[in-house]
């Protein structure tokens, strides 16, 4: 906990590779302090067949889920934050945008809780 899930165009993992796109992501959340680093989660998702807007224009798009007790403005510095770093990596990309979305507490479960 966190995880953050990357979906994007195949194409930008052909201008970056994934694991520059998952260390940015990843140390991104690492820099607001909000996370323990050892527990972010980051994955990546190139698609092949898409369609944006009823075009084919490449896009980035991140999953933030995170638990729940963050404030909305410690939310929304995240998604800025974020978005900002990968806008600066990939400035030819026209959709780069994020969401984040709460875990609930009470029926989040991992293996090492039962």
Same mark, same amino acid.
């Given at each position: 906990m @966190?995880?953050?899930? %990357? *979906?994007?165009?195949?194409? %930008?993992?052909? $201008?970056?590779? @994934?694991?520059e796109i998952n260390q &940015?992501?990843? *140390? =991104?959340?690492v820099s607001t302090g909000l996370f323990i680093p050892e527990e972010i &989660?980051?994955?990546i998702n @190139?698609?092949?067949?898409? %369609? =944006?807007?009823? =075009? !084919?224009?490449?896009?980035i798009h991140v999953f933030g889920n995170i638990m729940e007790g963050r404030t909305t403005e410690?939310?929304?510095? $995240? !998604? &800025?934050? %974020?978005? !900002? /770093? $990968?806008?600066?990596?990939?400035? /030819?990309?026209p959709i780069i945008s994020i969401n984040i979305r709460d875990f609930e507490r009470a029926t989040y479960c991992n293996k090492s809780m039962v």
């Open positions: @966190p995880h953050f899930v %990357i *979906d994007c165009s195949e194409q %930008i993992v052909k $201008l970056k590779s @994934p694991q &940015k992501v990843y *140390d =991104t959340a &989660k980051v994955r @190139p698609f092949q067949y898409y %369609i =944006t807007g009823n =075009t !084919s224009d490449h896009f410690q939310k929304a510095e $995240l !998604s &800025k934050r %974020i978005v !900002s /770093e $990968l806008k600066v990596m990939f400035p /030819e990309v």
